[in-house]
């Protein structure tokens, strides 16, 4: 067709493959970043059933429902479920990881605030999945 | 060819370097921690930045058609097709 350019729809093509890679390029870096676990990460493990959490240290106690960090160290959460699937999830850190019989997943977190935190269920699992909630105890570091 | 080779010299240097370094960098460094919620929040708003200029220039771009376009624009030219009764 006379006077017609086919320029603007390739400049449109550029544009918008141009922006897919760069949302895709700074989604896996943030992925990247969010996913490196520290070297002197302290592994828990998190243990769900219905319709509680079982927290496991490295020394082997464990507590139930509450969870006790130290303000500026690194944990590794080793996640899994006895039962059905759970979803661990700490809001206020952005920690979000399911819960799956049979096998485990891993978050990482470095707490900072000394206080409180909720930590609750988010994946439905049941009659009581509502009041499956635990307590983050973020405390002064020891040493 | 030259050029290609070029474009993916200057690709290498820009990019493909920087982003290898700081995969083996990242975080290594015993008792500095990077902030989950600093990354992932900062993502989001990115992402939502990018999501509504996206939106307003593909709307904007519509409504522009829309209106350059109409039938009583003043500078409208007929097609062959106007007047013709299907």
Same mark, same amino acid.
């Given at each position: 067709? %006379?006077? /017609? %350019?086919n320029w603007p729809e390739w400049i449109y093509i550029a544009v918008v493959i141009a922006l897919m890679c760069w949302v895709g390029a700074e989604a896996w870096n943030a992925e990247r970043l969010v996913e490196h676990v520290p070297a002197d990460a302290e592994v828990i493990k998190v243990i769900a059933q219905q319709w509680f959490w079982t927290f496991e $240290?490295?020394?082997? #106690?464990k507590t139930i429902g509450d969870l006790y960090v130290e303000s500026g160290k690194a944990y590794k959460f080793e +996640? #899994?479920?006895?039962?059905? +699937? /759970?979803?661990?999830?700490? /809001?206020? $850190?952005?920690?979000?990881m399911d819960a799956v019989p049979g096998r485990v997943n891993t978050v990482w977190f470095a707490p900072t605030d000394v206080r409180t935190h909720d +930590?609750?269920?988010r994946e439905y699992c049941g009659l009581i999945h509502y009041n499956m909630r635990g307590t983050l105890h973020v405390?002064? !570091?020891?040493? | 060819m030259k050029k290609f080779v070029g474009l993916f010299l200057v690709l290498v240097v820009l990019v493909i370097i920087p982003a290898v370094d700081s995969v083996f960098a990242a975080g290594d460094e015993p008792g500095e921690y990077l902030d989950r919620r600093v990354i992932i929040w900062n993502l989001f708003f990115r992402m939502m930045t990018v999501a509504f200029v996206v939106g307003a220039v593909v709307s904007g771009t519509m409504i522009w058609?829309?209106?350059?376009?109409?039938? %009583?624009? !003043?500078n409208a030219k007929p097609t062959p097709y106007e007047g013709t009764d299907w």
């Amino acid at each position: 067709m %006379s006077g /017609h %350019s086919n320029w603007p729809e390739w400049i449109y093509i550029a544009v918008v493959i141009a922006l897919m890679c760069w949302v895709g390029a700074e989604a896996w870096n943030a992925e990247r970043l969010v996913e490196h676990v520290p070297a002197d990460a302290e592994v828990i493990k998190v243990i769900a059933q219905q319709w509680f959490w079982t927290f496991e $240290y490295e020394d082997g #106690t464990k507590t139930i429902g509450d969870l006790y960090v130290e303000s500026g160290k690194a944990y590794k959460f080793e +996640i #899994t479920s006895k039962d059905v +699937i /759970h979803s661990f999830n700490i /809001h206020d $850190y952005v920690v979000l990881m399911d819960a799956v019989p049979g096998r485990v997943n891993t978050v990482w977190f470095a707490p900072t605030d000394v206080r409180t935190h909720d +930590i609750q269920c988010r994946e439905y699992c049941g009659l009581i999945h509502y009041n499956m909630r635990g307590t983050l105890h973020v405390e002064e !570091p020891s040493s | 060819m030259k050029k290609f080779v070029g474009l993916f010299l200057v690709l290498v240097v820009l990019v493909i370097i920087p982003a290898v370094d700081s995969v083996f960098a990242a975080g290594d460094e015993p008792g500095e921690y990077l902030d989950r919620r600093v990354i992932i929040w900062n993502l989001f708003f990115r992402m939502m930045t990018v999501a509504f200029v996206v939106g307003a220039v593909v709307s904007g771009t519509m409504i522009w058609q829309c209106w350059r376009f109409r039938e %009583s624009h !003043p500078n409208a030219k007929p097609t062959p097709y106007e007047g013709t009764d299907w």
